[in-house]
């Protein structure tokens, strides 16, 4: 199994633009998960969703965020317009969702840089 | 959201167990504690996770306390490649969170 799958690794861009984030989940798993992780704030969950709807957004930080999961194998993060204080690594997580019990399963990141 | 904590930093040397505390006082009936840890600049991955009676699984153990407002992760032989920061988390199965707390730094000396 090739885990969860994240590109791109890093990403270096300037203030203003526009950044997409992708994920592949494990075949199979129906939930994922977007996290961001900062010296500051530690490792947050942005937005999850289940079987490709998303459940809870709350912890997307503003407007120029948003998240889309058009199919099962596939999601991505955007920012528009991207600001410095994005600078963050960004993780994605899938499982197979549905018990408390379940094991969440993180992608290598993409580390993100804005100028 | 009831909350964990860890201490910072713990120090081990090589080939010797490691006991990694987690206090939880406000534990609900419902929460599972699960046990994350992040290696270096990789993404977080499981270790081990349990509701009421002690865990075993190849990587580590799990001693809960009768009452469940505190938790030991068991790492029976340290090795250098265990550095990592160790997350202690309860788990809502009605969230369907996982909130990450700040972790501890776990640091084996060879």
């Known amino acids: 199994d090739a885990g969860v799958i994240q590109s791109p690794r890093h990403e270096v861009t300037e203030m203003g633009q526009e950044v997409t984030l992708r994920c592949k989940p494990i075949?199979?798993?129906?939930?994922l998960f977007w996290y961001r992780q900062t010296m500051m704030r530690g490792l947050e969950l942005l937005i999850y969703?289940?079987?490709?709807?998303?459940?809870?957004d709350s912890g997307m930080p503003e407007d120029r965020f948003s998240a889309k999961m058009p199919n099962a194998s596939f999601s991505t993060l955007k920012i528009q317009p991207s600001e410095p204080r994005d600078s963050a690594v960004y993780f994605c997580?899938?499982?197979?969702?549905?018990?408390?019990?379940?094991?969440?399963?993180f992608g290598p990141g993409t580390r993100l840089t804005v100028l | 959201d009831a909350k964990t904590t860890q201490p910072n930093s713990m120090e081990s040397n090589e080939e010797e167990p490691v006991h990694l505390p987690c206090n939880h006082s406000?534990?609900?009936?419902?929460?599972?504690i699960h046990w994350y840890r992040q290696l270096p600049s990789q993404g977080p991955e499981y270790v081990i996770h349990?509701?009421?009676s002690n865990v075993n699984n190849r990587m580590a153990s799990l001693a809960i306390a009768e009452d469940r407002k505190s938790s030991t992760l068991i790492l029976h032989r340290a090795t250098l490649r265990d550095a990592a920061v160790y997350y202690c988390?309860?788990?809502?199965?009605?969230?369907?969170?996982?909130?990450f707390g700040s972790g501890t730094q776990l640091t084996v000396l060879p």
């Open positions: 969703f289940n079987n490709n709807v998303p459940i809870d």
């Open positions: 075949s199979g798993h129906n939930s």
């Open positions: 988390i309860l788990f809502s199965g009605s969230a369907r969170q996982l909130t």
């Open positions: 997580a899938s499982s197979l969702g549905g018990v408390s019990t379940d094991t969440q399963y």
């Open positions: 349990g509701l009421t």
């Open positions: 406000t534990i609900s009936g419902t929460d599972y």
